[in-house]
């Protein structure tokens, strides 16, 4: 329901003598994406007077929200493209993306920017493809990479997620790695396959024999443990029952919050 039409909201010039204005609209972000604007324009339906001619999508921009972060655009009421031009009085919301969102168009994978390597070794170890080099292959190339392999780029820099060329990307909001993939595993519900993958380099790990990797295991390794796993690109020698305690725990942790069963009050007793 649009409601009554919205007034005029054409700000007269005032002290902008000469200076040609547009259309005056409101814009209100929902509550999820505030945090990306100033201050000032975080509160309720914000007054803004666009210049005639920007794109919806430039100015949601403009107020500092990356389109990544960004599901439906309402102009009254009624949902518009990103290129729709506002005119005077329209009155739009701004909605997050949907969870779990869905980027179709190619199979989920994601690429990380050079600060998320703690986080890429995590999705890595629970088998999301996760591709994440260092150094830093610099913005352009983040962006190009993403465009060229159909990956979802996750950062936390703000400007790299406004790339044109970027095929998708999703702001990372914590600088924690437990909160981050808790983050990522809300957001799009990636299919978990542990152990599956090499940490190091993304390979897909393939079962190995012991006596064609034992030149790479030193020999309490080779006596110890019996199922081996190597990574075809890196050469990489894994082996079941020495992982570190660690990545049991973000292995365990994983599954139990996919599957609901993170910690909850007791029931209380019938
Ligand atoms: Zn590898």
Redesign the pocket.
Known sequence: MPGRAAPHTVRPAGGMLGRVEGPGITIALAPELRQFAAPARRGGRVPVVTDGAATLGHVVESFGVPLTEVGRLLVNGREVPVSYVARAGDAVDVLPVAFPQRVPGAPLRFLLDVHLGTLARRLRLLGVDTAWTTPDPGDAALAAWSAAERRVLLSRDLGLLRRRELWAGAHVGSTHPDEQVREVLDRFAPPLAPWTR?T??N?ELREADKDAVSDRLEGGTSRSYDVFAE?P??G?VYWRGAHHARLERVVDEALRYVSGGSPRPADPGV
């Open positions: 090499c190091a380099c390979g990574c690109d890196c990489r």
